[in-house]
């Protein structure tokens, strides 16, 4: 069975300090990685995703996140938050046909 | 494009009412589920479908019954609400079965049961 985690409830950062969001995932074969953010009272947005090819992926927002497959990890990272980051990221895994499997999220709290 | 809608956005329900809840998406996507979002648990699956006509449990099936039968619209039945059933419900589409297509959401349900 495929599982993801998130090990951290919330993460606090200064604005204009680096952001990284942990996540690390278990699963049978190649795996396809995803982040998604969910603002309040809002459903998910997707930021981006690692299918194949280069380790280091870009998304919206300024958002990159990294695949290391030693690890088991796709860490979710911003050189600069903003406050305006303030929400909850969600990472999630798929393997074998398309059920996706969600960390429990983390919970970003950017200050001014 | 409207993208995915859900209705309604709020209800409460008494132990043993039944009741359904709407998706609609107007992307033309094969791919739809719903999950459930519970406090530090993220979300879980609770039925997808994979085109009009095929439907399938995902993690959490148990209470609840979906029918596809066009490509736009996946309701969400459930047979007789219990309080565990309290939760933010979120519908998803996404483009073909393919597993690198990210999903789509809608902006979700809060579904009380008491």
């Known amino acids: 069975a495929q599982s993801v985690a998130q090990p951290e409830d919330q993460v606090n950062v200064a604005e204009g300090n680096p952001l990284t969001v942990k996540c690390t995932y278990s699963?049978?074969?190649?795996?396809?990685l995803f982040w998604y953010v969910q603002y309040p009272n809002r459903g998910l947005q997707f930021l981006l995703k690692?299918?194949?090819?280069?380790?280091l992926v870009k998304g919206s927002y300024g958002f990159e996140a990294e695949f290391n497959k030693s690890q088991t990890s796709f860490h979710l990272k911003k050189p600069s938050a903003l406050v305006s980051d303030s929400a909850l990221y969600f990472c999630?895994?798929?393997?074998?046909?398309?059920?996706?499997?969600f960390g429990g999220g983390t919970r970003v709290l950017v200050k001014p | 494009n409207a993208g995915v809608t859900q209705t309604p956005k709020f209800q409460v329900l008494k132990t043993g009412q039944s009741m359904t809840l709407q998706c609609a998406q107007d992307?033309?996507?094969?791919?739809m589920s719903w999950y459930r979002q519970d406090p530090g648990m993220g979300l879980r699956l609770i039925h997808y479908?994979?085109?009009?006509?095929?439907?399938d449990q995902g993690e959490v099936p148990n209470g609840y019954n979906v029918s596809r039968s066009t490509t736009e619209d996946f309701p969400l039945r459930l047979l007789s609400a219990a309080p565990s059933q309290t939760s933010v419900y979120f519908c998803?589409?996404?483009?073909?079965?393919?597993?690198?297509?990210?999903?789509?959401f809608g902006p979700g349900t809060r579904l009380t049961v008491l």
């Open positions: 998803a589409s996404s483009r073909e079965r393919g597993a690198y297509n990210e999903q789509f």
């Open positions: 999630a895994v798929k393997a074998a046909g398309n059920k996706l499997t």
């Open positions: 479908s994979v085109g009009a006509g095929i439907t």
């Open positions: 690692y299918i194949t090819g280069d380790n």
């Open positions: 992307m033309n996507h094969e791919y």
């Open positions: 699963v049978s074969g190649n795996p396809y």
